[in-house]
């Protein structure tokens, strides 16, 4: 009874190797697609302390700009002071 599931695993990894060698290659898609909102942009982030997103959140509130208004404020300010912008 071992040599018929040697043979058959035998078959099976030849079969395997036929399979991917004939496959084509895969189209990279994506897994969801992009909104109209981010299209143009990229992510920037980072994990930081929670006072940041919390004073961040606080700061959006009292101001009534997005967090997103705030941060890109903010790097603005940044890059001006070192002379990037």
């Known amino acids: 009874m071992a040599k ?3 043979n058959l695993n035998a078959a099976l990894e030849v079969a395997a190797v036929e399979v991917v060698a004939s496959a084509p290659a895969p189209r ?3 897994k969801y697609p992009v ?3 981010r299209e143009g ?3 920037v ?3 930081l302390a929670g006072k940041y997103g919390r004073t ?5 509130a009292t101001t009534g700009q997005t967090q997103r208004q705030l941060l890109e404020e903010a790097l603005d300010m ?3 002071k070192k ?3």
Do not use: E, M, Q, R
């Not at 961040?56 to 959006?60: D, E, G, N, T, Y």
């Open 41 to 43: 942009t990229t992510l």
């Open 35 to 37: 909104p109209p909102s």
């Open 56 to 60: 961040l959140k606080l700061l959006s």
């Open 4 to 6: 018929s599931k040697t």
């Open 45 to 47: 982030g980072a994990h």
């Open 28 to 30: 990279p898609t994506l």
């Open 83 to 85: 002379g990037t912008n």
């Open 78 to 80: 940044l890059f001006t």
